[in-house]
């Protein structure tokens, strides 16, 4: 086992910072006593210090890792978390710390030299550090950072003012012991000695430290031998003294020869730049000072070579030095000459002024962003990068879990100007923007226009005790952009929006103003998360939620407006209008999906009942959308409400160009006041005329503009475990799959004129539950009380977080070109896993797709576990079956490393 390492390679990192806390204090009779949440500790650092006790760095060889405690999270009642533990690591005096690539970090030398290894992160802020006159009562905190991690290369140079170089065997270390009190390891055979030796002398009032380099012989440079890996522990010396063998054995050699050789090998020797002097020059090894002892003397052949050459040496230059460390002879006129040099250097040194750095003082210019964008390109599309050390750290304190910690980041991306800079590289919405290197986080940038006051509202602080209602000011017009982050290194979490809305607050109608003008100086920001985070099943039930949502999608079938005698009634239009008017002057944003163009046609048409051939649908749908929209803007204009019509199919939802086009669209439309009535495209659709598709169109609908609630108008005024002619019970909260085992749910509308029923109006409100969205089904004359949150209808409770609208349109709306086929262990990876699908893990490959369409991952039984979008065309994929990505690169070209799936373009179904 060694007992001796004088280079390790160090794995360190620092403490993490505890999260801050989110707390409200509260005392008897002062239950809201304001935020009181604490900060959270910082996380301990790692730090390298010089312990005269340490010798070796062995200890560090065998356990290489070395982290550092975390720090404490925040509490409430405004107590900090604690500090986490410096983490001191002892090392002998004479360390250097450099990085992988050779640059020097530290030079460590004295005792209680130290050096910062691995900073720790800091604490997250507490809601109570981030309150403020704007935000009395923040609902969030900060979270903690991971403290710094990198590796590190520790190499031992021990501090000697003499070196003693020589060939195995010339008596170094026998001239150690003699001359100090050092007891090395002494042999008769060459490379005894294995690792440096050192020993102190004393000369007159003088002392000083030697030490030998073992094994430097011929070709040293070029990796024989010991000698140049150690050569290291002589770069701080003074001098040199070549110890040369008189009394060798071997015929080859005499001690001129051995002086040419050492000395070619120290000239072959680079030393590290570290060890400059004051003029910044580094003096080679072979151009110090150097001494000759020719040892051995005691030995009658020694003496006589000593005397031969002798004065070739002196001829040179050289002080040469006659001993013999068996009989001490000539050792302390050896040890004077030392010490003579010695003290030549250090009164050099301590003569020579200290060269001081003056200190300057630069402060940020003022056109300074303190960050840069990166334009770049990934998979021919354009690709920005933010970098900087604000965004970056800012990324990794926020909580992707939390709406306001979201709006804050987004706030503080707009103050910093990140926006700006986006517009003036050309980001288009949808471009991809990515905050950080190649493990930043990624965005989807969606820049949309808002107008209109910043409402009062409901704030839920997630504390130990029940949430508390929190006013805050209203704003002044702005503008936003809304940030989908793709791929967060941070928590997932839910899609969330911080929005404007006009008097959405306990006095809706004060609170709203009329649409305003935009201003660029009125920017604000909202972010949303890409990743998603499941919420346990049975989420909230409160109907509330919906009489204060300020943004509702509600969807009326055909059959909710057709008369007995057919066509649409113009009671049932204008009971609509008149309740859906009344919550958008209340404050509300509403968005109307509407079916009934075709029903509006048959009687101008003369048709009795809906046509079965898709063409005369078409024609019909043709003539009764214009009539509907006719009469869709008396009805609303009656309350001084404007309407627009907007044609959609879930179809158009599965170009992200049009997706994001759409939304644009639909935002502008809202800031303005106006009333989108959104109807399915019949004149060109198919599948959705003949499916009803247009309950799922509305559930598509409210994730596009990321709606508060959503609510499906049916003729039947809720869900039922059976007929209600027969008696059947209400079902009034709908939880999850299993509130809906063996209840029959019917299929067909009214009179022949709807094609969806309950079923589609069911599985559209399950869509938008299990993805963090209030929804409820029941009558169109339950549509004032429902609005108003009375318990009507069947209310379907959030059992799952806002998803992405990017998984959203993979799972529900793209259009799937082919079937990658599984094995058990892929299975199990991507469905429990979340892991990212590799070609070793697949079997066969079904379709004719190409790289960016959609494809189902199933299993060898032929279960659908997932879908996403391939990165490979189904003509390169055969032959990368069941193999690694490594084996693929190396074949193939790095290209092909890639995964066939990754998991951020992959989602579960």
């Known amino acids: 086992m060694a007992s001796f390492v004088d280079r390790v390679v160090l794995h360190v990192s620092g403490g993490t910072g505890g999260h801050g806390c989110v707390s409200v204090h509260r005392e008897k009779f002062k239950p809201l006593g304001g935020p009181d949440g604490g900060n959270g500790g910082n996380g301990g650092d790692v730090i390298l210090r010089v312990d005269h006790q340490t010798t070796t760095l062995l200890d560090y060889h065998h356990a290489p890792h070395r982290h550092a405690s975390n720090g404490g999270p925040g509490m409430g009642d405004w107590r900090g978390g604690k500090n986490g533990e410096t983490l001191v690591l002892p090392v002998p005096d004479g360390t250097v710390v450099k990085t992988k690539d050779g640059e020097v970090l530290a030079d460590l030398v004295g005792e209680g030299a130290e050096f910062i290894a691995a900073a720790g992160g800091l604490g997250g802020l507490g809601n109570a550090a981030l309150s403020s006159q704007k935000r009395r009562a923040p609902g969030f905190a900060l979270l903690g950072i991971e403290g710094d991690s990198r590796d590190i290369v520790l190499e031992l140079k021990s501090i000697a003012d003499i070196a003693l170089v020589g060939f195995p065997s010339a008596g170094k270390s026998s001239l150690i012991a003699a001359m100090s009190a050092a007891r090395p390891k002494i042999a008769d055979y060459p490379f005894t000695t294995l690792v440096p030796n050192l020993g102190v002398v004393q000369a007159g009032d003088v002392r000083f430290t030697i030490a030998d380099v073992p094994g430097l012989i011929e070709g040293a440079s070029e990796g024989r031998g010991l000698g140049h890996h150690f050569l290291r522990h002589v770069e701080r010396c003074a001098a040199l003294v070549h ?18 050789i050492i000395e070619g090998e120290l000239e072959k020797y680079a030393v590290d730049m570290s060890y400059a002097g004051q003029d910044g020059e580094v003096v080679p090894l072979n151009h110090r000072p150097r001494l000759v002892a020719l040892n051995k003397v005691d030995l009658p052949d020694g003496k006589d070579m000593a005397e031969f050459v002798r004065p070739e040496l002196e001829s040179r230059g050289y002080r040469v030095f006659e001993v013999s460390a068996t009989s001490h002879e000539g050792l302390r006129q050896l040890g004077f000459a030392m010490a003579e040099i010695v003290k030549a250097a250090r009164d050099a040194v301590a003569a020579a002024p200290p060269k001081v750095q003056p200190a300057v003082l630069r402060p940020r210019a003022v056109n300074e962003s303190g960050f840069k964008i990166r334009r770049e390109e990934k998979n021919l599309e354009p690709l920005f990068r933010v970098l900087g050390e604000k965004p970056e750290r800012w990324v990794k304190q926020t909580d992707f879990t939390n709406e306001e910690a979201i709006g804050y980041l987004a706030d503080r991306l707009a103050r910093l100007g990140v926006e700006t800079e986006l517009f003036k590289q050309g980001a288009k919405p949808g471009d991809t923007v990515v905050i950080g290197e190649e493990d930043g986080v990624v965005f989807d940038w969606e820049p949309t226009m808002m107008a209109g006051a910043e409402p009062w509202h409901r704030r839920a602080v997630p504390t130990s005790g029940s949430p508390i209602l929190v006013t805050a000011p209203p704003a002044a017009r702005s503008v936003r952009s809304s940030w989908s982050a793709v791929r967060p290194r941070l928590p997932p979490a839910p899609s969330l929006r911080r929005s404007a809305r006009p008097g959405s607050g306990p006095n809706p109608s004060a609170d709203a103003v009329p649409p305003s003008p935009l201003r660029k100086a009125d920017w604000k920001r909202t972010m949303t998360s890409r990743d998603v985070t499941e919420v346990p099943a049975g989420g909230t039930t409160d109907r509330n939620a919906l009489a204060g949502a300020r943004r509702i999608v509600v969807k009326v079938g055909s059959s909710s407006l057709t008369s007995i005698k057919g066509g649409i009634s113009e009671e049932a239009l204008t009971a609509l209008a008149d309740a859906l008017a009344a919550k958008r002057n209340a404050g509300a944003e509403i968005i109307l999906v509407s079916s009934g163009a075709i029903a509006a046609g048959l009687a101008p048409l003369g048709l009795a009942k809906r046509p079965r051939d898709l063409a005369t649908q ?13 009469r869709y803007t008396q009805a609303f204009g009656a309350h001084g409400v404007t309407v627009s019509q907007v044609l959609l199919t879930a179809e158009d939802l599965m170009r992200r160009s049009q997706h994001t086009n759409a939304l644009r669209a639909m935002d502008r439309l809202l800031s303005l006041g106006v009333v989108p009535v959104v109807n ?25 503009v990321r709606a508060d609630a959503l609510v499906l108008l049916s003729d039947v005024d809720s869900l039922y475990d059976g007929p209600p002619a027969q008696g059947a019970k209400r079902i009034a909260l709908v939880t999850g799959a299993h509130d809906l085992e063996g209840v029959s749910i019917g299929k067909a509308g009214k009179a022949g004129v709807g094609t969806g029923g309950m079923m589609t109006k069911v599985e559209a409100a399950s869509m938008a539950a299990g993805s963090g969205i209030h929804a409820l089904v029941t009558s169109t004359p339950n549509a004032a009380a429902a609005l108003n949150g009375e318990d009507v209808g069947t209310w379907f409770s959030v059992n799952g977080s806002r998803k992405p609208v990017r998984l959203l349109w993979l799972a529900h709306v793209a259009s799937v070109q082919g079937r990658l086929v599984l094995d058990d262990g892929a299975v199990r990876a991507v469905r429990h896993h979340r892991t990212s699908l590799l070609p070793a893990g697949i079997s066969a490959v079904h379709g004719d797709f190409e790289a960016g369409d959609a494809v189902e991952l199933a299993g060898t039984d032929g279960t659908v576990v997932a879908r996403g979008l391939v990165n490979y065309s189904s003509e390169e994929l055969p032959r990368m079956l069941g193999r690694s990505t490594r084996e693929l690169g190396e074949e193939l070209g790095s290209g092909y490393e890639r995964e066939v799936v990754h998991v951020d373009d992959l989602v579960l179904v």
């Open 618 to 630: 078409q024609a019909a749908a043709s003539v009764g959308q214009g009539l509907l929209m006719a």
């Open 243 to 260: 110890v040369l063998d008189c009394g060798t054995l071997e015929s080859d050699r005499d001690p001129l020869a051995d002086l040419a």
């Open 680 to 704: 399915e495209n019949d004149t060109v659709a198919t599948h959705e005329i003949r499916f009803g598709d247009n309950d799922r169109l509305a559930a598509l609908v409210a994730h596009l």
